[in-house]
């Protein structure tokens, strides 16, 4: 399933918490970039694929089932925001 990010000014993108943790990038390591069709982006050491597709097939199903809603209740968008991103 695609997962669409923004680039930012400097070229920056944010990886989601959900991502990271589903192939164990962590702070300080190291990814492989391939430019084929696109961008490929992925750990220098391998994960279990599987892992990264039932994390994003549940942040999309989450994000799905707020669909509709003009202002989320307090607290709905603390898993699915990038708040936890820039907490100190």
């Known amino acids: ?3 669409r990010l923004r680039v930012g ?6 990886l989601p918490k959900a991502v990271r943790e589903a192939v164990g990038i962590e702070e300080g390591d190291e990814v492989i970039v391939e430019i084929r069709d696109g961008i490929v ?3 220098a050491r391998s994960r279990d694929v599987s892992k990264l597709r039932e ?8 994000l ?3 669909e509709g809603r003009r202002e989320p209740r307090p607290g709905e968008l603390s898993g ?4 936890e991103e820039f907490e100190s």
Do not use: N, T
Not at 9 to 14: P, Q
């Open 1 to 3: 399933m695609p997962l």
């Open 9 to 14: 000014r400097k070229g920056y993108v944010i």
């Open 41 to 43: 982006l992925k750990p």
């Open 55 to 62: 994390a994003l097939r549940a942040h999309a199903e989450r």
């Open 64 to 66: 799905r089932s707020l």
């Open 80 to 83: 699915v925001s990038l708040e």
